[in-house]
């Protein structure tokens, strides 16, 4: 069955930067795109960027702007999402969620189960 | 400030219906966008429970389902049960002059009393 398996929860003080990954299993990882979603304790869903896993292409939301890099590893069927210059308000549930088809407003069908991510000095 | 605006909660008994708004604008819902629904159970990752503004996943129960209209759309939950208690998110795509990208609204918790 379709599974994204996320890494461990992790803490870093503020200014640090965390990578976290998404590994793919039960499909074709190069035919879908992969979007990263966090949500802070208590929080809406916030939209952070997705790629293309199939060419890399990358968009990302305008609030995380060169701060998020997201990438992939064919090899591995695995996304990554890399923050930088990490503050306490970064603190959240991070998720990785597939996107079915690669278009405008699509949906997100399948979902990790999320990282947790604690920025804390 | 959610560019998509849901009422904070709703609530109903077991059995009954209840509806939840998502508000947007010319910019996202009423430019065409779809609109799809997501419900996550408490200290859970959200699940896809509408998609294209009206269409359900496999699995997922015919008590559940969504319409569109403007610049709004709606979910409707019949036959109320205890389960169902949850958040529920309505997501889009919002494309301004400061930017496009995906957007959801802030959330609807739903009691069942």
């Known amino acids: 069955q379709v599974q994204l398996v996320q890494s461990g929860a992790e803490v870093k003080k503020p200014g640090a930067s965390v990578k976290v990954s998404c590994k793919a299993s039960g499909y074709t990882f190069t035919s879908y795109a992969m979007h990263w979603v966090r949500q802070a304790p208590g929080q809406r869903l916030e939209w952070m960027g997705w790629?293309?896993?199939?060419?890399?292409?990358?968009k990302y939301s305008q609030k995380f702007q060169g701060r998020v890099t997201i990438t992939r590893d064919t090899s591995a069927s695995t996304a990554y999402m890399e923050l930088s210059s990490l503050r306490s308000e970064d603190t959240a549930v991070y998720y990785c969620?597939?996107?079915?088809?690669?278009?405008?407003?699509?949906?997100?069908?399948?979902w990790g189960k999320g990282t947790t991510v604690t920025v804390s000095s | 400030q959610s560019v998509l605006t849901q009422p904070p909660s709703v609530s109903g008994a077991p059995g009954q219906r209840v509806t939840i708004s998502c508000t947007g604008s010319?910019?996202?819902?009423?430019?065409?966008?779809?609109v799809h629904w997501y419900q996550q159970l408490p200290g859970t990752a959200p699940k896809l429970l509408i998609y294209?503004?009206?269409n359900r996943p496999s699995g997922v129960p015919d008590r559940f389902s969504g319409s569109k209209s403007g610049t709004s759309a709606s979910l409707a939950i019949t036959g109320l049960q205890a389960e169902d208690e949850a958040d529920y998110y309505c997501?889009?795509?919002?494309?301004?002059?400061?930017?496009?990208?995906?957007?959801f609204g802030g959330g609807t918790k739903l009691t069942v009393l």
């Open positions: 294209g503004n009206s």
């Open positions: 969620a597939r996107a079915p088809y690669i278009v405008v407003g699509g949906y997100m069908d399948v």
């Open positions: 997501q889009s795509y919002d494309s301004s002059l400061s930017g496009s990208n995906w957007v």
């Open positions: 790629i293309n896993a199939g060419n890399g292409n990358t």
């Open positions: 010319s910019s996202n819902i009423g430019a065409g966008y779809d």
